[in-house]
């Protein structure tokens, strides 16, 4: 294991370790853009992911390109920051030392905003056969799934194999469900329509279960009940009140009773970053570890933890809720006390400022829960689409997205529908080339 001493001896300047390119990681980066800090931050991907918009890549209505940029590339402008592609491995808070795969760091500072994953509630098994959506490489695999179902189905001789192969169960309806049962059912009924001969794609059918008596419970029940509405007109069966019972290859099985399907979609749950519990404080049901009022842990003034990783509560004692605008501020809030950390001022409270929440449905079907104002159709889904093109990072990805969605308005068309099938080990490939070609080299 190599030390990179050099990060912290060449300099007398302190060295503020994020362990995280997300929006809470990027968010501390860049709020300490002016301080007199050397930066080192560390991701296990080259590129920060606007995740709001994964779906969309997963049912093909955007590139995997559009949604993501490099963080070196975001961050070269700044001066005082050093990405590292690495693992992190250990956290050392008495020593204070970060252990990656590669390399060892040591810090002055720290912030951890490494986010969650999906959690199947103690039944990991499901995960080979319910994938979850918190990557690019999740949203390109279901992409997949979702694509190739429809290619089985075309195939299929048997009825009862077609209608296997076009059954899509979405499980959870919190904001990730919603959309992706919406997207799926748009894909089936209007972009895919032309594209089969031998099936019609909107006969395909679509199942949004949710164990609450509601769907999206943290909006207001009317939009909720709106929402409801808007899924129902894309023919999306919404099934309230049901939990999953298990799950195979070939069915599932709501309260018991097995739906055939080979597509099963999870949005019921997440867990936070197993690094949270290297910190030795405490962390709830979650694996979030909970935070002091700055955001800093107990007993460790210079550690900080932000987004999905935090259990943090607002003045009210209600929690912070696992959302990007609540990392973003989170992260700024935490590079603002590492700011005065560093004047010997004392650290500031972090209030929440909640902005309200969107969820989309489908073509100009959207909800907004602004908490003035509530309202959902086409303003609401404008709205959605307006603010998530602000938060978008990299203007390239936003003209890209937006010439996208309005193509996709106008002709109901979707360009992304490619599958990327790996050769199986020892297949032969049709029609080889005579000569081996000769490798480009980069320039």
């Known amino acids: 294991m190599t030390e990179i001493s050099e990060v912290g001896t060449k300099s007398d300047l302190p060295v503020v370790v994020i362990i995280g390119g997300g929006f809470g990681g990027l968010a501390a980066a860049r709020a300490l853009k002016d301080a007199p800090v050397r930066i080192v931050l560390i991701d296990r991907s080259n590129h920060h992911l606007f995740q709001p918009l994964l779906y969309q890549v997963a049912t093909s209505g955007l590139a995997a390109a559009d949604i993501a940029k490099p963080i070196r590339s975001i961050l070269c402008e700044q001066a005082n920051v050093e990405v590292f592609l690495d693992e992190v491995m250990k956290i050392d808070t008495t020593s204070k030392l970060i252990v990656t795969a590669d ?8 912030v951890l905003a490494c986010g969650a994953r999906h959690s199947y509630f ?37 009825p009862e194999e077609r209608k296997q192969a076009t059954t899509f169960v979405v499980v959870g309806g919190g904001p990730t469900g919603v959309e992706m049962a919406g997207a799926i059912s748009e894909l ?10 031998y099936i019609n794609p909107a006969d395909a059918s679509v199942i949004l279960v949710e164990a609450a008596p509601r ?49 099963v979609i999870w949005a019921a749950g997440n867990v936070a970053s197993p690094l949270g519990k290297q910190l030795g404080v405490e962390t709830d049901r979650q694996g979030r570890v909970v935070v002091n009022s700055d955001m800093s842990i107990p007993g460790h003034p210079e550690v900080f933890v932000v987004g999905d990783m935090a259990f943090a509560k607002r003045t ?23 700011s005065r950390l560093l004047k010997g001022e004392a650290t500031k409270p972090f209030e929440y400022l909640d902005k309200g929440s969107m969820a989309t449905i489908g073509r100009h079907a959207a909800v907004a829960d602004l908490h003035i104002f509530k309202f959902g ?13 602000y938060f978008l990072v990299g203007f390239k990805n936003r003209v890209r997205v937006f010439l996208n969605w309005a193509f996709s308005y106008f002709t109901y068309s979707k360009g992304s529908r490619l599958i990327q099938v790996q050769p199986k080990q020892g297949a032969v490939l049709h029609n080889p080339p005579a000569e081996p070609m000769p490798l480009e080299k980069s320039s």
């Open 103 to 110: 390399l060892t760091f040591r810090y002055d500072y720290l």
């Open 122 to 158: 103690g039944k990991d098994e499901w995960e080979q056969y319910a994938p979850g959506l918190k990557t690019l490489r999740d949203a390109i695999d279901l992409r997949h799934r979702i694509l190739s179902a429809f290619e089985v189905a075309e195939k299929a001789s048997d």
């Open 188 to 197: 089936a009924r209007f972009t895919l329509k032309k594209d089969f001969r």
């Open 215 to 263: 769907i999206l419970p943290v909006f207001d029940s009317s939009l909720s009940a709106k929402a409801l509405q808007q899924l129902k007109d894309l023919h999306v069966d919404v099934r309230l009140n049901t939990k999953v019972t298990n799950i195979t290859e070939d069915y599932v099985e709501l309260d018991g009773v097995p739906v055939p399907t080979r597509t």
């Open 316 to 338: 009210s004692g209600a929690p912070v809720p696992g959302v990007s605008p609540a990392a973003m501020q989170g992260g700024r809030h935490v590079g603002s006390n590492i």
């Open 377 to 389: 159709g086409f303003l609401a889904w404008m709205a959605w689409a307006f603010i998530h093109l």
